[in-house]
């Protein structure tokens, strides 16, 4: 008989994948860690039941987390990520040259550890000399950090469990003192569509904390929804003028960001744009 997975949202939806087997069930201080093999999309990461990356589908999540930032920031030589423990977005920060120190702060080293062993297609640089991986709190990493960075890339999950401290306005103010003035902060922010108020109110926190906010949208298959966000947020460094030669270099290792992606991402639909705009 089949195996099926489902990540139940709020009780009324739910996104699945047929299983072929399970590689990795582990009960860390902080979450469940699963690690299965699906049938379409190849090895994919759960934490606490809910899904957070798989082989046939990261590219999207991890290039555009990470890119629109990369391209547009100033500065890239130091880079923050908290969270990001599959090491998708480690990865593609590393493919920037000009980046000479990447710390990565993850809160779970049991995420760490199962990733490195099974989700090797993910994470490809764990041995790139510029990358430092702590396993500590993030939300105190950046309350206490004196060090900047020219880049925040917030790669957390969902607002339960060890990742609600990554949505408030405390931890957004921690990261914009801790960004150098023309440094760019990035965070994932869920569903436009079915976590639609967790969103706005991430926008609208952002908005309190950073001069510009720009929220951006793609589809990332295995998430509620279809449809996911991420948050560009600065100082004043804009997210519509990127540097076009690293957008030329990156974009040779690319299967999803690419130029005229990087400039229709940030394309927001109305309804949500009067909002943000105050309407
Ligand atoms: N609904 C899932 C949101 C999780 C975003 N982070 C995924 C981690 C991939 N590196």
């Known amino acids: 008989m089949a195996i099926w997975f489902d990540e139940i949202h709020k ?3 739910r996104f699945g994948c047929k299983i ?12 469940k860690v699963t690690i299965v093999e699906t049938s379409a999309l190849g090895r994919a990461l759960l934490l606490d039941d809910l899904w957070m990356c798989a082989e046939g ?20 030589e130091r880079v923050l990520i908290i969270g990001g423990g599959d090491g998708g977005t480690a990865r593609e ?14 809160v779970d080293g049991m995420v760490v550890d199962a990733s490195k ?16 991986v702590m396993i500590d709190d993030g939300i105190e990493f950046v309350r206490t950090a004196t060090q900047g960075y020219d ?13 609600v401290g990554l949505f ?19 965070t994932q922010s869920e569903s436009p569509n079915l976590q639609r108020d967790v969103h ?9 904390v950073f001069p510009k906010v720009h929220p951006y949208y793609d589809t990332v298959t295995i998430y509620p929804g279809g449809t996911w966000s991420w948050c560009f947020a600065s100082k004043g460094v804009s997210p519509h003028e990127p540097n076009l030669e690293r957008v030329a270099r990156v974009e040779q290792h690319t299967d999803v960001y690419n130029r005229e992606m990087h400039h229709g991402v940030f394309a927001v639909p109305n309804a949500l744009k009067r909002i943000f705009a105050g309407g």
């Open 168 to 186: 408030n306005e405390a931890f957004f103010r921690n990261c914009a003192k801790l960004l150098s003035d023309n440094g760019v902060f990035v």
């Open 151 to 163: 880049v925040i890339i917030v790669d957390g999950s969902d607002p339960q469990g060890p990742a």
């Open 11 to 13: 009780d009324s939806t």
């Open 57 to 76: 589908e990261e590219k999207t999540y991890h290039e555009l987390i990470t890119h629109p930032a990369l391209t547009c920031a100033p500065r890239i």
């Open 93 to 106: 920060v590393l493919r920037h040259p000009e980046v000479k120190h990447v710390d990565m702060v993850e």
């Open 117 to 132: 062993e099974f989700l090797g297609t993910i994470g490809t640089a764990w041995n790139d000399p510029r990358l430092t």
């Open 200 to 208: 706005i109110e991430m926008v609208q926190t952002l908005q309190r």
């Open 20 to 31: 072929e087997r399970t590689l990795f069930v582990g009960q860390s201080p902080f979450q």
